[in-house]
C-alpha cells in the first residue's frame, strides 16, 4: 500500500515558478516509477511527467518539456515537479501516482496509487 500526499500549490503570474512535492508513505515506493498527472476543468486527465524508481529516466509531455522538471529523493520518500515559466493553460489540478515494481507509463490507467490533488492556478 501506498499513500501519496502532494503539496505546494498555489496562484501564480504567468512567467513564475511553483515547486510541487508528493510525499509517499509506504515500503514501496524506492520500488515504483512515479508520475505527475493534471486535469483541466472540462478535460481529461493528462499526462505531465514521469521518473523511473531509480530516477535515471525521465520523461515529459510535449507541452511542459523544457520548463518542467520531475526529480526525486528516494531517501525521503518524495518526488518533487519544479514547474518554471508557467503559462495560464498549466492551470489545472496537479495529481501524484505511484505505480510499484513497474516502469513508467504516460497512461494513467497504469497506476496503482493516487494522491488527493493540488491546485495550481496561473493567472495572465
Known amino acids: 500500500q501506498v499513500q501519496l500526499v502532494e503539496s505546494g500549490g498555489g496562484l501564480v503570474q504567468a512567467g513564475g515558478s511553483l515547486r510541487l512535492s508528493c510525499a509517499a508513505s509506504?515500503?514501496?515506493?524506492?520500488?515504483?516509477?512515479m508520475a505527475w498527472f493534471r486535469q483541466a476543468p472540462g478535460k481529461e486527465r493528462e499526462f505531465v511527467a514521469a521518473i523511473s524508481w531509480s530516477g535515471g529516466t525521465t520523461k515529459y509531455a510535449d507541452s511542459v518539456k523544457g520548463r518542467f522538471t520531475i526529480s526525486r529523493d528516494n531517501a525521503k520518500n518524495t518526488v518533487y515537479l519544479q514547474m518554471n515559466s508557467l503559462k495560464p493553460e498549466d492551470t489545472a489540478v496537479y495529481y501524484c501516482?505511484?505505480?510499484?515494481?513497474?516502469?513508467?507509463?504516460?497512461?494513467?490507467?497504469?497506476?496503482?496509487?493516487w494522491g488527493q490533488g493540488t491546485q495550481v492556478t496561473v493567472s495572465s
Open positions: 501516482a505511484a505505480r510499484p515494481h513497474g516502469s513508467w507509463s504516460r497512461e494513467w490507467i497504469n497506476y496503482d496509487y
Open positions: 509506504g515500503r514501496t515506493f524506492s520500488n515504483s516509477a
